[in-house]
């Protein structure tokens, strides 16, 4: 349809070009997080070994090869770097948050089973690749969800230790997912998604203490300190 007042036409006839622009970066956007994702797939499947197999060199051996298939996923961020324009990070970021957030929750799980220590914001953003970037960077947010998200699969991973034998790893649990409410619990969250996932943390710890205690309570663990079992 033509619009016969040159004044309104000189106003609107930008705006499209805007528009098919902002379409065509959000549509490379989507192509290189299919790139992303797919890796992504993979080192969560590489690291479910650890509800199946309590062997220290097939754990081991699951760490090194997820961190060698995050150079897939750094290399996605790179890719992204470059499509994403100058200043425009939180106008397109709905677009690999949630990628962002479980890719945060896999290296901190990575990094606990090798060292058994929290990562950190910037280790994770040099696991991810998003650590020297312009244009795109880790988010708070995203970095804190993913320890959330860390929390829980511990809970499960306490459960399933027990079934295969290993009654120490759920102290070790235990008291790390302890250290990391007390951490969150410095924080005045507002009431948003990461308030509401903050809010079943107590449900992953009290899932880790029921552990504990019924190992205590049958005599299966031992107090750090003597090689007497815990007394409850």
């Known amino acids: ?63 090194l090869k997820a961190r060698e298939t995050f150079e ?8 992204l770097n470059k499509i994403v324009p100058p200043g425009q990070y939180y106008r397109y970021n709905d677009h690999w948050r949630y990628a962002t957030q479980r890719l945060c929750f896999l290296a901190a799980l990575i990094v606990f089973l090798e060292k058994g220590i929290l990562i950190n914001k910037e280790t ?15 988010d708070l947010e995203d970095y804190l969800m993913g320890l959330l998200n860390l929390a829980s699969e511990l809970a499960r991973y306490a459960v399933n230790s027990v079934t295969y034998g290993d009654y120490e790893r759920p102290l070790q649990i235990s008291k790390f997912v302890a250290e990391l409410n007390a951490g969150f619990r410095l924080l ?24 504990v205690y019924d190992l205590s309570i049958r005599g299966l663990v031992h107090s750090p300190n003597t090689s007497e079992p815990v007394n409850v």
């Open 188 to 211: 005045n969250l507002k009431n948003d998604s990461l308030r509401k996932r903050f809010d079943a943390l107590k449900y992953d710890v009290k899932k880790i203490e029921e552990v």
């Open 1 to 63: 349809m033509d619009v016969s007042n040159p004044i309104v036409a000189d106003i609107f006839s930008p705006f499209q070009e805007y528009i098919n622009s902002e379409q065509d970066v959000r549509e490379e956007i989507r192509k290189i997080m299919k790139d992303v994702e797919k890796p992504l797939r993979e080192i969560t499947t590489i690291l479910q070994v650890i509800h199946h197999d309590q062997s220290l060199e097939k754990m081991h051996a699951a760490c």
């Open 124 to 138: 994770t953003a040099q696991i991810l690749g998003v650590d020297d970037k312009a244009n795109i960077c880790l």
């Open 72 to 79: 897939n996923v750094r290399n996605g961020y790179a890719a």
